[in-house]
């Protein structure tokens, strides 16, 4: 997960803490952090294992594109950019691509259970036939 904030009320950690408590292994990536809660950080994608498969990009638009190539670079097959992190390059960047890209979502209307205003966005994306399958 690129974007983990340090700062434990942003939302960058708050997603961290809660896609670990729901069972995710995740592996933080902030060039400013050796270890965020506990967890090694990397300083880059670069730096990440190589047999990382999937992304989740959470990170300001200044730093999305550049992210999104490494992780294209390195062959990560999935990627997700978190709702707001595209900027109007990032469009450009993943037309073409092999990788699995999700563009303007939030995570948390797919990571189970969905709760709350989560859930409600959730289902009205469904009814509206705007919820990717």
Known sequence: MAGVSRNSKKFGHQAFLQLRKKGYNILPVNPHADQIDGEKCFKSICDLPSKIESLLIMTSKADTDVILQQALDKGIANIWI??????????????????????????????????????????????FNKYPV
């Open 82 to 127: 978190q709702q707001f992190s595209e900027t109007e390059q990032t469009f450009s960047i993943v037309q073409n691509q092999r990788a699995n890209i999700i563009l303007k979502q939030c995570i948390y209307m797919f990571v189970e259970p969905v709760t709350g205003l989560h859930g409600f966005h959730k289902f009205l994306s469904k009814a």
